[in-house]
């Protein structure tokens, strides 16, 4: 028989749907394992549940250099109210904004919870899920991060609170406990600190705000960020009306209205040396988290002296140290001011002053926060200090102080006056501006911003690498006292910027030490840079603008600043021991200080009663010299060494740093004959003649110029052209008839010498 052909084996066809299941079961199994295991690894370490952990809080304890306490913040002053006394809108704004479902669920919101990660999933926003109850477990057991495992664990002791209390306590309880910025804790502490009334007197608008604020209690303060609160609560107002809690004619008559603060500050809100305290939190906030610094009761240890603080402050509270008020149309407006005062050897700051007051309404720390144009204050930073860093110039080197003009702008001095040819200690001391224009033209905008970076300015200053006018101090974003205090630092520190810190050390409640601060030290110029430029700013003080800055025979170094329109007036200074920056303006930037208002007169006038407390006792002790310095005496119109012709008049003796010392004689001063009617060179037919030396500097100056007189005329005098000569008649011949010279002997005209020689790059030309 024919042997039968096996068939092929068919093969089995994939089974889609088989495959799913098998797929979905495994991930089931996988992600159940998973789950199960962070589940256990969660419950693992879980803090004890003990119900008197819902205790209040402790404060965190703030003291002075020598050790001293000054202040407790965090500090639970509660003023406890009953659930049954909190009206029911004011219930209703924290359920819609943050958990409408509290009287459904028991401890955990599951519809909550999944309706937020398909949020965050599908949007990419940060959508929270979690009840009251799970927030108060957050606050009272855990610690702030996002981590699942502290997810697992909020849920698991909110269940336990919810088997231990009813909801009405726990409300109580949550509205007690949570922290609503501003130092309130509680809702009835809140409703005082912000409206100046109890829970029971507040709408529903205010009711409102104060839900919004728990979010973010620092940020959504009215007192800090009135336009993100306004809209904060325009949001929780849009929730209570979705939620059927409000009526729409509600709604929209609550959202018009502004946010209506209390002008008062509570009594058992204040603390000493308020700015400075409020900095450190700020600081504390910033790195450890709100939780840890006003419920962990920290240990913090700051660089406040009270010596300084309290002269400082005092200083502040002297309407005599500040110019006149001025009127806006029926206001009248009280200028404010700021001050910050550090050891330049270490960047401690001693005392910080933020305003001429310190009110819930207005806390805005103008020492540390507030930037302002820095007006003349600024040249050392951004002109003169690269000039002579990258440069070699100094003290001697020579400006023409002349009028400039660029395509859209056309600088002038304050006072009107053009100086002419001046040494750059007399423009520093003098404080004028075309010098330093000229200074920063020469090493460039972007070197100048590039050296005022390493002073610890903030990166804003990066918008000004292409803007001349940073010489005036005319900068896009402005700088703060805190950033003026820290450059001016570093020449006092011998060209060592020392970053300014407020703390030096953080423990925890058990004494357990968190953290040393060691400030960030950077060379950010050569101490002979430095020392020059202290030099100058002595002469400032001792001779110039800032006279009102003297201290007796102790050495004092400083700067004037006055913006434009007198809308900022500034003097930073400092000695050997101590640096002091002071400012003074509206806090509408716009407006302008009364007329008399300089840096020089009020500003140095709070520095000198500031430090002169502070130094009180400390002895006087010189501005140490590095190394690499040396004296000799150049002309002061050429910077040159002095030539045969450099009157004795004409001769300064200054600081040059070694090897930049000239090593060429002057030739500008030459002798010439000068026509006595014109001022001009003389033609060789000028009746009379005066033989005077005078400045050759190769082009011609406005007569308003005040060195105008001695600087070689550019143009031969052409009233006497030969016409008419003394002695003799006119003549009456023929046309071709020649006429007699005037001596008998021709002279010869006079050449001028050769404008551009020995400049060196020291006379700077406009």
């Keep these: 028989m024919p042997e039968k052909k096996r068939r092929p084996k068919k093969r089995r066809q ?118 009251l109850t799970q927030q108060l477990v957050k606050n009272v057991f ?64 205010e009711a409102a705000m104060l839900a919004g604020l728990l979010q973010a209690p620092s940020y959504y303060s009215p007192y800090q960020n009135y336009d993100a609160a306004t809209q904060r609560r325009n949001t929780v107002l849009g929730m209570m009306y979705r939620f059927g809690h409000i009526t729409e004619e509600q709604y929209e008559a609550a959202k018009a209205k502004p946010i209506e603060l209390s002008d008062t500050t509570p009594a058992d809100r204040q603390y000493p040396y308020p700015y400075f305290i409020d900095y450190v939190t700020e600081q504390l906030v910033a790195k450890y988290g709100e939780a840890t610094v006003f419920r962990e009761g920290l240990k913090v240890y700051t660089t406040l002296d009270p010596k300084v603080q309290d002269a400082a402050e005092a200083a502040f509270a002297n309407n005599n140290n500040f110019p006149g008020s001025t009127r806006d149309g029926k206001d009248t407006l009280q200028p404010q001011g700021a001050a910050v005062f550090l050891d330049p050897h270490n960047g401690h700051i001693k005392a910080i002053v933020g305003g001429r007051e310190h009110t819930q309404r207005r806390q805005w720390n103008r020492g540390t926060r507030e930037r302002r144009q820095p007006g003349s204050a600024f040249k050392p930073i951004i002109a003169y200090g690269p000039a002579i860093e990258h440069l070699g110039m100094g003290p001697a080197t020579i400006y023409d102080d002349v009028p400039i003009k660029y395509p859209k702008w056309e ?76 450059a001016y630092g570093a020449f006092a520190n011998q060209g060592v910027y020392i970053e300014p810190t407020a703390i030096t050390m953080v423990k925890n409640n058990r004494g357990t030490v968190i953290e040393e601060i060691v400030p960030i030290k950077v060379r950010a110029m050569k101490a002979t840079t430095a020392y020059l430029i202290t030099d100058m700013l002595r002469t400032v003080v001792t001779q110039g603008t800032g006279t009102r800055a003297r201290m007796g025979n102790r050495p004092v170094a400083g700067k004037t600043g006055t913006t434009d329109k007198r809308e900022n007036i500034w003097f930073a200074g400092y000695t050997p021991e101590l640096v002091g920056v002071v400012w003074i303006g509206h806090d509408d930037q716009n407006k302008s200080l009364p007329v008399g208002a300089y840096g020089g007169v009020f500003g140095a006038q709070i520095w000198h009663e500031v430090m002169t407390k502070a130094l009180a006792g400390v002895p006087v002790r010189n501005f140490p010299q590095p190394g690499g310095l040396v004296t000799a005496t150049v002309d002061s119109k050429s910077g040159l060494l002095p030539g045969p012709r450099t009157p004795q008049e004409h001769q300064v003796s200054d600081l040059f740093e070694r090897g930049t010392v000239p090593t060429e004689m002057d030739s500008s001063h030459v002798l010439v004959e000068i026509c006595p009617e014109t001022g001009l060179l003389a033609s060789e ?82």
């Design 411 to 486: 600088p002038v001095n304050y006072d009107g006056i053009f100086r002419g040819l001046v040494t750059m200690r007399t423009a520093v001391t003098w404080s004028v501006n075309m010098p330093a224009i000229k200074a920063l033209e020469y090493v460039t905008p972007s070197r100048g911003v590039d050296f005022a970076l390493k002073l610890g300015f903030s990166e804003k200053l990066l918008d000004d690498r292409h803007n001349l006018a940073i010489a005036l101090g005319g900068l896009t974003h402005g700088v703060t006292p805190l950033e003026m205090a820290g």
């Design 142 to 205: 855990l610690t702030p991060d996002k981590a699942y495992k502290r997810k697992i664990q909020e849920a698991f002791l909110a269940v336990q609170v919810e088997r231990h209390y009813s909801k009405d306590e726990i409300f109580q309880m949550y509205l007690n406990w949570n922290f609503f910025g501003e130092h309130a804790y509680g809702i009835q502490s809140a409703a005082s600190t912000y409206f100046g009334k109890s829970v029971q007197e507040l709408n529903i608008e």
């Design 14 to 131: 994939l089974n889609i749907l088989r495959l799913t299941v098998v797929l979905v079961a495994l991930a089931v199994f996988i992600g159940g394992g998973a789950a199960f295991g962070m589940l256990v690894l969660s419950l693992k370490d879980i803090p004890a549940f003990d119900v008197n952990a819902l205790q209040p809080n402790n404060a965190t304890l703030i003291y002075d250099q020598n050790g001293e306490l000054i202040a407790e913040i965090g500090i639970e002053k509660r003023i406890p109210i009953s659930i049954n006394d909190v009206p029911p809108h004011v219930k209703k704004a924290f359920l819609a904004a943050e958990d409408n479902s509290f009287y459904q669920h028991h401890g955990v919101d599951i519809r909550a919870i999944a309706r937020s990660v398909w949020v965050n999933a599908t949007t990419g926003s940060r959508v929270g899920g979690s009840t």
């Design 685 to 766: 037919f000028c009746p009379e003649r005066i033989t005077s030396v005078r400045v050759d500097v190769g082009y011609e100056v406005p007569d308003f110029v005040n060195d105008f007189s001695i600087r070689l005329p550019t143009k031969t005098c052409d009233l006497h052209d030969g016409s008419i000569l003394p002695g003799f008649p006119p003549f009456l011949g023929d046309d071709d008839d020649p006429i007699p010279p005037g001596n008998g002997e021709p002279r010869e005209p006079w050449e001028p010498q050769d404008r551009n020689g020995g400049n060196n790059g020291r006379l700077i030309p406009l």
